[in-house]
C-alpha cells in the first residue's frame, strides 16, 4: 500500500508564499510522475503542475512564473513552491503520484488527502 501525505497549507496574505510538500510512503520501488491538483469551493479539481521522474515540469498558465514543482528522488518528496499568492488560489491542494510498487514497470495512481491553502488579508 502507498500513502501520500501533503503538508505546508495555511492561511497566508495575499502577495505571500507557501511550500507545499508531498511525502510518498509505503510500498514503493519507483515515484514516477507526480502532480498537484488545487480543487476551490464549489469547483472542479484541476490540475496545476506536475513534475516527471526525469525532471520534466508543467504547469498550468495561471501559475506559471510563480509556482514551482521539485522533487528529491531519495526521499520520494515532491514539493510546490508557491509566491505572489492571490486570493484565486484558495483551494485545497492534492498530491497525485504514479507508483511502482513491484519494480515490474506498472504504475498505480495515488491520490493524498489534500491540504487547505488560503489567502486572505
Known amino acids: 500500500q502507498v500513502q501520500l501525505a501533503e503538508s505546508g497549507g495555511g492561511l497566508v496574505q495575499p502577495g505571500g508564499s507557501l511550500r507545499l510538500a508531498c511525502v510518498a510512503s509505503?510500498?514503493?520501488?519507483?515515484?514516477?510522475?507526480v502532480a498537484w491538483y488545487c480543487q476551490a469551493p464549489g469547483k472542479q479539481r484541476e490540475w496545476v503542475a506536475n513534475?516527471?521522474?526525469?525532471?520534466?515540469?508543467r504547469y498550468t498558465d495561471s501559475v506559471k512564473g510563480r509556482f514551482t514543482i521539485s522533487r528529491d528522488n531519495t526521499k520520494n518528496t515532491v514539493a510546490l513552491q508557491m509566491s505572489a499568492l492571490n486570493s484565486e488560489d484558495t483551494a485545497v491542494y492534492y498530491c497525485?503520484?504514479?507508483?511502482?510498487?513491484?519494480?515490474?514497470?506498472?504504475?498505480?495512481?495515488?491520490w493524498g488527502q489534500g491540504t487547505q491553502v488560503t489567502v486572505s488579508s
Open positions: 497525485n503520484a504514479d507508483v511502482d510498487s513491484s519494480g515490474s514497470g506498472r504504475y498505480t495512481t495515488y
Open positions: 509505503g510500498s514503493i520501488m519507483r515515484l514516477g510522475r
Open positions: 513534475i516527471t521522474r526525469l525532471d520534466t515540469r
